[in-house]
C-alpha cells in the first residue's frame, strides 16, 4: 500500500493522519508546524484531537475538502457510486464518457475508474489513520493519557477501521487487510479472501463494543462518535452480510431495545435532522468554509436549480412505491430542468443553503434498518418465522403511512417484502441496493433489465477494478477479473 505515518501541519485541528508516498522515513528534525506522536498520545486531550481528525478526514475530505462528497468514501461517494452502479439513478444524459456515465451504464474501464478509484484511496487513508490511532495509543507510555481515554480511542478507531473495511470489500471484494501502519508490513500485501475480512471487520466491532460508551457523552450528547449501539448496528448488518442470521439478530434487537435512546420519527421530514430520535450514529460536517450541506444534500444541488441538472432517480425506483407511500412524496423532489425534461432527485436532506447554520448532519445508521435487518434474519434463518418478520416490516411500513402486510403472505413473499421496503426505505443511502443486488445474487437478473444498462457488458462489473496505480507499486497484487484491459 502507498502509504506511511506522517504528521500534517495543523490546519483546523491539532493533528489530522495522512497518507503519503512510499518513500523511506528518514531521521529529521520535525518542522515547528508539526506535531509527533509521542505528544499526540501524551494525554487525554491530544489524543481526542488527533481522534477527531479522523472523524473529520470522514466527513470533509482532506483540505481542501469542497469536493470531499465526490472523493470520500464517508462523505457521500458511497452513496453516489452505489445508486448510479444499481438501479437507482443514473445521468439524464450521457456525459462523453464521464467515470458517471459509465459507472451507470455498466461500462467502467480501468482508464475510467476515477470514482471508484477515490473510493479505494479514501477507504484506506481512513483505515491508516485509524490504525495510527490503535499503534499510537497501544505505544504511549504517558501516565496522563487514562486508561478509560485509551479503551474509549481504541474501540472508536478499531470500529471506524471496520466500517471501512465493510465498504472496501463490497465495492472491491477481495484486498489487502492492513492493520499497521508499518510501511514494511503493508509494502507486500497481497489479497486477503473476503470471509477473513469479514472476520476482521467482526473482531474489530465485537472488540469495540465492550469498551464503547452506552451514551452519547463523548459527543457532548450529539450522535456524532460511535458509541456501543453504533457498533452494535454495524454488527447486525455485517452478520447479516455473512449470513449468520442469530447474531444479526442478536445485535439488532439489543439496539432496537435502547427504546430509551431510539425510536422511529414519525415525521419522515425529521429522519434526518441532528436531533432525530431514530439516528445511531452521523457524521458532523465542519462549516469552516461556510458550508454546511451534507454531502449527500451537495451531490444533488443541481437539481434544485443550482445547476444544469445532471443526475435522476431511475423510474423504476419510482414506480417501486406503492400508492399514499408518504416516503415518495417526502423524500423525492421534482424539479424541470433547463430542457424542460423532469428529474428526480432523492430529498431526504432538506437543507440546500451552503451557507448559515445547519440543522442535518450525514446519517450513518439508522434504527429503520435494524428492524429490516432483524426481519430478513428472522425469515432466513427460519422459514417459519413470517410473522415474526411481517411485524418488524410494518413498524417500517406504518410509519411510511402504508397498510400492514398480512401474516397470510408465504416465506417466499416475505423475502421479498423484505427487499422491497429495504429498497424504498433506504434508497440512495450509502450502497445499500448496489449490495443488496450483489449479496442477494439477484443483481444480474435486476441490472438486465435496465434499459441504460444494456447491453450487458458481464458479471464481472459487480466489482469495481483496482487502481492501475497500486498494481503498479505492489506486484503481489492482481486486477479483479475482466479489467485486465481497457
Not at 214 to 240: K, P, Q
Not at 462 to 471: A, G, K, Q, R
Amino acid at each position: 500500500m502507498q502509504i506511511q505515518f506522517t504528521t500534517r501541519k495543523i490546519i483546523w485541528m491539532l493533528l489530522l493522519f495522512s497518507m503519503a508516498s512510499c518513500k523511506k522515513i528518514v531521521d529529521i528534525d520535525s518542522p515547528i508546524d508539526t506535531i509527533t506522536t509521542e505528544q499526540v498520545f501524551s494525554n487525554n486531550e491530544q489524543a481526542e484531537w488527533a481522534l477527531g481528525g479522523v472523524y473529520s478526514l470522514m466527513i470533509n475530505g482532506e483540505v481542501p475538502y469542497q469536493t470531499a462528497e465526490r472523493s470520500c468514501f464517508s462523505a457521500g461517494l458511497s452513496s453516489f457510486c452505489g445508486s448510479m452502479s444499481a438501479d437507482e439513478a443514473h445521468p439524464w444524459t450521457q456525459h462523453g464518457g464521464s467515470s458517471e456515465w459509465m459507472m451507470s451504464s455498466n461500462s467502467i474501464n480501468v482508464l475510467n475508474s476515477f470514482l471508484s478509484n477515490d473510493l479505494w484511496r479514501s477507504c484506506y487513508q481512513v483505515i491508516y489513520d485509524a490504525n495510527a490511532i490503535v499503534e499510537g495509543v497501544a505505544g504511549s507510555e504517558s501516565d496522563l493519557l487514562t486508561d478509560s481515554a485509551r479503551k474509549q480511542l481504541t474501540a472508536e478507531a478499531k470500529a471506524i477501521r471496520a466500517f471501512s473495511y465493510f465498504y472496501l470489500t463490497n465495492f472491491f471484494g477481495e484486498l489487502p487487510l492492513v492493520l499497521t501502519i508499518d510501511y514494511n508490513q503493508t509494502k507486500n500485501l497481497g489479497r486477503s479472501p473476503v470471509s477473513q475480512i469479514y472476520q476482521q471487520i467482526i473482531n474489530d466491532l465485537t472488540e469495540a463494543s465492550a469498551d464503547l460508551h452506552e451514551d452519547f457523552r463523548a459527543s457532548n450528547g450529539m450522535r456524532t462518535r460511535i458509541s456501543r449501539w453504533a457498533a452494535e448496528a454495524l454488527l447486525a448488518r455485517v452478520y447479516l452480510f455473512a449470513g449468520q442470521y442469530q447474531n444479526a439478530i442478536n445485535s439488532a434487537t439489543n439496539v432496537i431495545n435502547k427504546n430509551e435512546l431510539f425510536s422511529l420519527e414519525p415525521d419522515l421530514n425529521k429522519v434526518f435532522k441532528v436531533d432525530s430520535k431514530e439516528v445511531i450514529w452521523q457524521l458532523c460536517q465542519t462549516n469552516q468554509y461556510g458550508e454546511t450541506c451534507t454531502p449527500d444534500a451537495k451531490l444533488w444541488l443541481p437539481l434544485f436549480g443550482l445547476g444544469t441538472g445532471s443526475y435522476t432517480i431511475y423510474p423504476g425506483l419510482l414506480s417501486a412505491f406503492e400508492a399514499n407511500d408518504n416516503r415518495r412524496t417526502s423524500w423525492v423532489a421534482e424539479h424541470e430542468n433547463s430542457s424542460g425534461q423532469m428529474i428526480y432527485m432523492p430529498y431526504k436532506y432538506k437543507n440546500k443553503s451552503q451557507t448559515g447554520m445547519n440543522d442535518e448532519n450525514s446519517v450513518v445508521l439508522r434504527l429503520a434498518e435494524m428492524f429490516l435487518i432483524r426481519a430478513e434474519a428472522a425469515i432466513l434463518l427460519n422459514a417459519g418465522n413470517t410473522s415474526i418478520a411481517i411485524d418488524d416490516l410494518n413498524r417500517v411500513r406504518e410509519r411510511a403511512g402504508l397498510d400492514p402486510l398480512p401474516y397470510s403472505l408465504t416465506t417466499a413473499q416475505v423475502i421479498q417484502a423484505v427487499a422491497d421496503e429495504r429498497r424504498k426505505e433506504l434508497f440512495t443511502e450509502w450502497a445499500h441496493r448496489w449490495f443488496d443486488l450483489k449479496r442477494t445474487g439477484k443483481a444480474v437478473d435486476v441490472l438486465k433489465q435496465v434499459d441504460f444498462k444494456n447491453p450487458w457488458k458481464g458479471d464481472y462489473q459487480l466489482l469495481y477494478p483496482l487502481p492501475i496505480s497500486e498494481l503498479k507499486v505492489n506486484f503481489s497484487l492482481s486486477q479483479n477479473p475482466g479489467y485486465d484491459r481497457p
